[in-house]
């Protein structure tokens, strides 16, 4: 090498080290944020920083960002000299249990993660990476909305990322992280994902605020009261996932990506089960007398691998049980009454998460046994001023359109529209199993009795007796699986031990189910 050869090397390392070492303070600035008395702010509301949240949730050192250096473009109301470090989103790549996925965190101590016209493309960047990758996508959410002083820009950019929320929808999953504010119109990218995770005195999502409220209605209420994270996991079943921490709701993240396939054609990662031999007690959970309660629950606990068990909406609709777990290692979804929470009926909540859930599942690829115990829809007033047709039909709509494999495991009661509805084999359901304990009937013995033999109970000289007599003629006759059984409605009148055979070999011969509905643009499903 000549002297002036070895000139120029050096030349050029140094040079490389001047730059290198002006991208790390460059990058420095980028993670500063909104300044450290913002990130104390944040801190000191138990709150982690954007940045934090990502590290914490992903696999360690998976972490890529982009788009670091993107800066606004606003220019009225002074923002020409405010400078807002990534635009108060950050955007990147990594793995969640090994499974690569696409994340952004709105960073609140820049603007308040107030969402501008580049704040927006850089979501909607990552948004199309991940459809372009078919990888899940993730969004943490911690905003105060449109930014203001940026006007239509901010509306536009709300726009695009409802649009690609709704491209994406059933071919990647999309899960959402309220973190912090969401509120105005940033609520409508949640509700348009497929999963929202909300925390305790963190999560905050309305659409009209405290303030707007006291002006237009003259009423006094918090943010809590309005959209915490308790309001939307119990009473609007907006969320689906509820915890007391981050650091919890990180974990919930985790266990719920482990279970879901990456996209629309693929199966879930099998993970063998750690202990094959659990003991399995089914026959000791269910009460055989129809009006005692159990906890459906145990029920799916004791059929699925390990601890798999992970619940969807637990808090809400809890007249209904949906989940994901596993069996013999791959992921099955569950969809059962919960005879705990009003007996079990269907209502127009419970129509709702489960017709939704079906839906996920059917998109997704992930076979759905239903397991059947209740005495019907709910009756009354309310419900049906609340549209109980029409949410009604949800879950009736969903089972007939689903085309993954469909399981039925009727435990006891099976009454009237509950028994159609909950995946019958007139809805075309694959199998449908039933237990000897099972009662399939248009409704409870009780009732029946009192419509078709009013006249001899009436007329009895002890019409108490004649009454009960009557209720069990009906039973026997109608409240047992045979005579469903006998037409065909019912593939095996099972015994309860054997459930999880005829579940496991259920799905196992319909790993390659192929079934067609009419060509058509889409359906319309009662919304
Ligand atoms: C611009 C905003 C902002 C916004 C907050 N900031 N929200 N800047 N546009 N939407 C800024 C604040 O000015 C402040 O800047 C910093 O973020 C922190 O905000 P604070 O108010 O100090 O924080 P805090 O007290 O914690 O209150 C948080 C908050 C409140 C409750 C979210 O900021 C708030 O009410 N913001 C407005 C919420 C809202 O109404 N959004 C709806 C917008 S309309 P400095 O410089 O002082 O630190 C909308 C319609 C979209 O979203 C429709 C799409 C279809």
Same mark, same amino acid.
């Given at each position: 090498?000549?002297?002036?050869?070895?000139?120029?090397?050096?030349?050029?390392?140094?040079?490389?080290?001047?730059?290198?070492?002006?991208?790390?303070?460059?990058?420095?600035?980028?993670?500063?944020?909104?300044?450290?008395?913002?990130?104390?702010?944040?801190?000191?509301?138990?709150?982690?920083?954007?940045?934090?949240?990502?590290?914490?949730?992903?696999?360690?050192?998976?972490?890529?960002?982009?788009?670091?250096?993107?800066?606004?473009?606003?220019?009225?109301?002074?923002?020409?000299?405010?400078?807002?470090?990534?635009?108060?989103?950050?955007?990147?790549?990594?793995?969640?249990?090994?499974?690569?996925?696409?994340?952004?965190?709105?960073?609140?101590?820049?603007?308040?993660?107030?969402?501008?016209?580049?704040?927006?493309?850089?979501?909607?960047?990552?948004?199309?990476?991940?459809?372009?990758?078919?990888?899940?996508?993730?969004?943490?959410?911690?905003?105060?909305?449109?930014?203001?002083?940026?006007?239509?820009? !901010?509306?536009?950019?709300?726009?695009?990322?409802?649009?690609?929320?709704?491209?994406?929808?059933?071919?990647?999953?999309?899960? !959402?992280?309220?973190?912090?504010?969401?509120?105005?119109?940033?609520?409508?990218?949640?509700?348009?994902?497929?999963?929202?995770?909300?925390?305790?005195?963190?999560?905050?999502?309305?659409?009209?605020?405290?303030?707007?409220?006291?002006?237009?209605?003259?009423?006094?209420?918090?943010?809590?009261?309005?959209?915490?994270?308790?309001?939307?996991?119990?009473?609007?079943?907006?969320?689906?996932?509820?915890?007391?921490?981050?650091?919890? !709701?990180?974990?919930?993240?985790?266990?719920?990506?482990?279970?879901?396939?990456?996209?629309? !054609?693929?199966?879930?990662?099998?993970?063998?089960?750690?202990?094959?031999?659990?003991?399995?007690?089914?026959?000791?959970?269910?009460?055989?007398?129809?009006?005692?309660?159990?906890?459906?629950?145990?029920?799916?606990?004791?059929?699925?691998?390990?601890?798999?068990?992970?619940?969807?909406?637990?808090?809400?609709?809890?007249?209904?049980?949906?989940?994901?777990?596993?069996?013999?290692?791959?992921?099955?979804?569950?969809?059962?009454?919960?005879?705990?929470?009003?007996?079990?009926?269907?209502?127009?909540?419970?129509?709702?998460?489960? *017709?939704?859930?079906?839906?996920?599942?059917?998109?997704?690829?992930?076979?759905?046994?239903?397991?059947?115990?209740?005495?019907?829809?709910?009756? *009354?007033?309310?419900?049906?001023?609340?549209?109980?047709?029409?949410?009604?039909?949800?879950?009736?709509?969903?089972?007939?359109?689903?085309?993954?494999?469909?399981?039925?495991?009727?435990?006891?009661?099976?009454?009237?529209?509950?028994?159609?509805?909950?995946?019958?084999?007139?809805?075309?359901?694959?199998?449908?199993?039933?237990?000897?304990?099972?009662?399939?009937?248009?409704?409870?013995?009780?009732?029946?009795?009192?419509?078709?033999?009013?006249?001899?109970?009436?007329?009895?000289?002890?019409?108490?007796?004649?009454?009960?007599?009557?209720?069990?003629?009906?039973?026997?006759?109608?409240?047992?699986?045979?005579?469903?059984?006998?037409?065909?409605?019912?593939?095996?009148?099972?015994?309860?031990?054997?459930?999880?055979?005829?579940?496991?070999?259920?799905?196992?011969?319909?790993?390659?189910?192929?079934?067609?509905?009419?060509?058509?643009?889409?359906?319309?499903?009662?919304?």
């Amino acid at each position: 090498m000549s002297l002036l050869d070895s000139k120029n090397n050096a030349l050029t390392a140094m040079s490389l080290k001047r730059k290198t070492l002006e991208l790390l303070k460059k990058r420095e600035q980028v993670i500063l944020g909104g300044g450290e008395k913002a990130m104390q702010k944040q801190a000191a509301l138990g709150k982690m920083n954007a940045r934090e949240r990502i590290l914490a949730l992903l696999d360690k050192d998976t972490f890529h960002e982009y788009d670091m250096f993107i800066e606004h473009d606003a220019r009225d109301f002074g923002m020409d000299k405010k400078s807002m470090p990534g635009d108060g989103v950050v955007t990147g790549t990594g793995k969640i249990m090994g499974k690569p996925i696409c994340i952004y965190a709105q960073d609140f101590t820049v603007a308040g993660g107030s969402l501008g016209l580049m704040h927006a493309r850089k979501i909607t960047k990552i948004m199309d990476h991940a459809m372009k990758m078919r990888v899940p996508i993730i969004g943490i959410n911690d905003s105060g909305g449109a930014r203001v002083q940026e006007g239509v820009n !901010s509306l536009a950019g709300y726009g695009e990322i409802f649009y690609r929320n709704t491209m994406a929808s059933g071919v990647i999953p999309q899960i !959402s992280v309220i973190l912090g504010p969401c509120a105005g119109g940033a609520v409508y990218s949640p509700a348009l994902t497929d999963f929202v995770f909300v925390v305790n005195n963190i999560s905050k999502m309305f659409i009209t605020g405290p303030e707007v409220i006291k002006t237009v209605l003259g009423e006094e209420i918090s943010m809590e009261e309005l959209g915490g994270a308790k309001v939307h996991s119990v009473i609007t079943g907006n969320a689906h996932f509820y915890a007391e921490s981050e650091l919890e !709701s990180f974990a919930q993240i985790k266990k719920l990506i482990s279970l879901i396939p990456w996209n629309n !054609s693929r199966k879930a990662l099998a993970f063998p089960p750690k202990n094959p031999n659990k003991e399995y007690k089914i026959e000791n959970i269910v009460p055989s007398d129809p009006k005692e309660p159990y906890d459906v629950r145990d029920v799916i606990k004791s059929l699925v691998d390990d601890d798999s068990f992970l619940e969807v909406q637990e808090l809400w609709a809890a007249n209904i049980v949906v989940g994901f777990g596993r069996m013999n290692g791959d992921t099955v979804a569950f969809v059962a009454n919960q005879p705990l929470v009003l007996a079990g009926v269907l209502d127009v909540d419970s129509s709702d998460k489960a *017709g939704r859930f079906i839906r996920y599942c059917d998109a997704f690829n992930i076979p759905i046994v239903t397991l059947v115990d209740l005495p019907g829809y709910l009756p *009354g007033v309310d419900q049906e001023h609340a549209g109980v047709i029409r949410h009604g039909a949800k879950i009736l709509y969903a089972y007939s359109e689903a085309t993954v494999p469909k399981i039925s495991v009727i435990l006891r009661k099976a009454y009237g529209g509950g028994y159609i509805a909950m995946n019958s084999r007139h809805l075309n359901a694959d199998f449908v199993f039933a237990w000897p304990t099972a009662e399939i009937a248009v409704m409870g013995p009780e009732g029946a009795a009192n419509i078709i033999f009013r006249k001899e109970i009436m007329e009895a000289a002890d019409p108490v007796a004649m009454r009960e007599e009557k209720i069990q003629e009906y039973k026997e006759k109608f409240a047992n699986p045979y005579v469903a059984a006998a037409k065909g409605y019912v593939d095996s009148v099972i015994e309860p031990k054997e459930t999880k055979k005829f579940i496991m070999h259920a799905i196992e011969v319909s790993s390659n189910k192929t079934e067609f509905r009419p060509a058509k643009k889409h359906g319309i499903p009662p919304f």
